[in-house]
Structure formats: C-alpha cells, structure tokens
C-alpha cells in the first residue's frame, strides 16, 4: 500500500495538529540600547524600528512592549566614557546599572533583564577585552594590539557583579574571553548571587552580520578585527567545543551568534548539550528582513515568521530578536 503524506495536509486544522516545530511569546527577548543623558530617543538608522533611549524614554517604552507580553529583555549599554582599563563598565552607576535599578522599581517582577557583559563599548580602542598594558607586540615594525584575555577576565566579572547588585535576572557575557564565564561565576557566588544565570555567547563567530549593531551601541573596533576572539566561521566542530567549555565553567543557557546563516551549528549544539539553546538573531539579519520589505520584494510577515520557525526547528529554545516586539504586538505568531 502506497503511504501518502499528503493525507496529513488536507486542511488547516490537521496542518496545525502535525505541525513539528511551535512557537510561543515565552521564547522571546528583546534587546534594547540604553544610552546616557535624559530625553533622549535616538533612532538607528541601519535597524527601522528600533532606538536608543536614555533611561527615562526606556521607561515608557518597556511598558508598551510588556502590554503585549515582550517580558523578557537584554540590555546593551551606550554613550559612557571610553578608557583603558575600560572602569565604566563596572560602575555601580553605569547607564545599564542604573536602568536596571529604575525598571526594577517599575516593574519588578513582572519583567525579566538580561545584561549583556562585553567591554567593547567601553574600552578605547573598542575591543571586547583590555589590550596588553606592557609596550605593544612590534610585528614587521608595526604596532598590533595585543587584546589580553586573562587581564580582561576580572574586569568582565565585575561588570556581571555590577549587573547583578543593580538587580539583573541574569548576565550574558558576549566578550568570547577564554575562562569567562568560570570568572563570572566564582565572583557572584562568592558576593552570594548564587541564583543569577549566566546565559553564554558561546559560540559566537567573527561576523559582518554585527555592522548595524556596532553603529547603534558604537562598539567598532578602531584598529583591527576580532577574529582573535570571535570564531572563524568556517569551522562548525570547533564551535561545539566552544560550547563544551562554557558548559564545564558553569553556563547555564549556551548561545550561538549570529543565527540565520548558522542554523546547522545551533542544531549540532542543540544534539550535543542538554542545557537550554539560544540564539541570536542579529543586526544585520534583523536590517535586510527591514530594508527588502521596504523596497516591496518580501512579504515582511511571512519572512520574518519563516525565519524565526527555522531558529525553533534547528532546536533554538530562546531566540533574542529585534523582530520580538513587533511580532508580538501584531500577533503575527
Ligand atoms: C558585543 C556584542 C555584539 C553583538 C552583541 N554583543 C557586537 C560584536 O561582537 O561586534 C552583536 C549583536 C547584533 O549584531 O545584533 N560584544
Ligand atoms: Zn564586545
């Protein structure tokens, strides 16, 4: 006897019945840019749709979302001074520590803050670790920029304290130092915040995808490129043991970075761990969904659904997207 799959696709109903993959507004965070100062709505022009705010525009705005159920979201920090030894990321009164403490007070409960940990808005020459302080390696007679990996580490652990004193629900660390994650969490055990996840960028690669991103949170590197630090994108194993390390150091959710061209990686590492899987759906995937829209050759809805479907059917159990507001406030899901 001749099996017809075509059996189960005969109406709506039994379509929705057998489907495989679902999604739910649970699945979602939304990431927002806090900047310094007051008053301030700053428009992003590459990324339609999404703004900076100072603290006092956040506000109004997270209330809306929460309205339609974006109750999750992740925090990136803009505008604060620039230095050496990158301090400011670990003020107790940084933008992200103090619009933690006032949507704290607003909402409480009622909304979950992520932080991300990383200090390349907030080191001079815009890298995500400090640079080795000892004179710069001479290579050909050219200064290079040496980023220390174990200098950073304490620094990126006290920003995760700073979060989480503030009160963030949990910390994602998105630097891609070795050992991080192991240093973030020794510091907040020790300072007793035994309960605050940390959410790993595990394997986050070296991407032109960023480009929108690094113009909203001006985090470019001045000189050079991250690839000492961020993953090759030609090798998908080597992101799996990524992954495994963040696991043994205490991660508790593993992400991978960008999403759309990398949706073989998040089913590999969805097979090989048992910890929840995010990924991250990023600037520049978010502004050519935007930009083709607008220019009439996509259905904006439909892409954008089949896009996040794709994230879920790879095995992704969280997806961070700027596409997170408007897809639950249009009840596109
Ligand atoms: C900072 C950071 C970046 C993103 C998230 N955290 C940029 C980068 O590594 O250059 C990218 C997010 C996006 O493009 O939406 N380390
Ligand atoms: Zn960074």
Known sequence: MLTRPRRLRT??????????TRLSANMFIYPYFV??????????EAMPGISRFSIDQLIPDVEKGLKAGVNKILLFGVGEEKSEDAHSAHDAHSVVADAVRELKKKFGKDL?????VCLCAYT???????ASPPAPLQRRGEEILYIDNDLSLPILARMALAHAQAGADMVAP???MDGRVAAIRNLLDESGF????IMSYSTKFASAYYGPFREAADSAPGK??????QMDFRNGREALREAQL??????????????????????????????PVACYNVSAEYSMVKAAAKAGYIDEQRITMENMYAFARAGADIIISYHTREILEKGWM
């Open 194 to 197: 035994v309960n605050t996840p």
């Open 246 to 275: 963040d696991e043994d150091e205490g991660a508790d959710i593993v992400m991978v970075k960008p999403a759309l061209a990398y949706l073989d990686v998040i089913k590999t590492v969805r097979e090989s761990t048992l910890l």
């Open 35 to 44: 900047t310094k100062g007051k008053n301030k709505t700053e428009a992003i």
């Open 11 to 20: 109406s709506p109903i039994i379509r929705e019945l057998i489907a495989e």
């Open 174 to 176: 998105s630097d891609m």
């Open 112 to 116: 979950f803050i992520v932080t991300d």
């Open 124 to 130: 001079t020459h815009g890298h995500c670790g400090l």
């Open 224 to 229: 050079g490129d991250r690839k000492s630090y």
